[in-house]
């Protein structure tokens, strides 16, 4: 059997469905009946979105965590008589900070052919949008919940922007965005660049790029419970205001 792994991506924001994903992805969403998940309520919300050929109940959704185990991995992708499957993240581009790239690493030793769709990331969308080098970048994830191990990865990873001219692009728990943001802000060089995009794709949208000094100067961004990303790049002359 020739199977296949289609990487869906998933709207972002709460713009129309059909702006930011292709009709041709669309379609081919509509039709499949068995799906790899990170959310199966946010999966069922997307087959709903796209008028699924199928009821929900006929819909076999897999759900994945950063727990789940190869061998179960394996089962779902070998089923029988299943000759296509989708993958979809939360939100945005399956496998791009998301335990899906696990199940794309497993259908490749497994010999499944990988098709890709294109769709919003609200990591690319945020570096297309920030100003900063969009040649040279890192995705570095989650800073470290404890405080002092915070202040001193976020200041390795200038020193590493600088070293390197390279963005730094960081991600955060909504609700704990703010905490992330003073850790910058109260760690970061005066003249480096931090580039704030929230709610990317949806009517609340804000993207600004300023340097530490404005940022301290302006009151706080409205990213509470908000989707962000934040990147920053640190120019040349490290000294702090």
Not at 24 to 52: M, V, W
Request: net charge positive; hydrophobic share 35%.
């Amino acid at each position: 059997m020739n199977r296949k792994l289609h990487l869906i991506p998933v709207p972002i924001g709460n713009n129309l469905i059909s702006s930011s994903i292709p009709l041709e992805t669309l379609k081919l969403s509509s039709i499949l009946k068995t799906y790899i998940a990170e959310n199966a309520k946010t999966a069922r919300f997307f087959l709903k979105q796209i008028n699924s050929k199928y009821p929900l109940n006929e819909i076999t959704i897999y759900t994945i965590t950063n727990k789940t185990q190869d061998s179960e991995i394996e089962k779902w992708l070998s089923q029988d008589n299943i000759s296509d499957i989708g993958l979809i993240s939360e939100a945005g581009c399956p496998a791009i900070a998301d335990p899906g790239s696990q199940v794309v690493k497993i259908a490749h030793n497994m010999g499944i052919q990988i098709k890709p769709y294109v769709g919003p990331s609200s990591i690319i969308l945020g570096l297309m949008s920030s100003g900063l080098n969009g040649q040279n970048f890192a995705f570095r994830g989650y800073a470290p919940k404890k405080q002092e191990e915070r202040v001193n990865t976020i200041s390795n990873w200038e020193k590493e922007s600088l070293a390197n001219h390279q963005t730094q692009i960081l991600i955060e728990t909504p609700y704990r965005n703010i905490h992330l943001y003073d850790s910058l802000i109260n760690t970061l060089n005066s003249n480096t660049k931090l580039c704030i995009a929230s709610a990317l794709n949806s009517m609340d949208e804000v993207i600004k790029t300023l340097n530490i000094k404005q940022w301290k100067a302006q009151e706080y961004p409205n990213i509470h419970k908000k989707p962000t990303i934040f990147l920053y790049m640190a120019e040349n002359i490290l000294k702090k205001s």
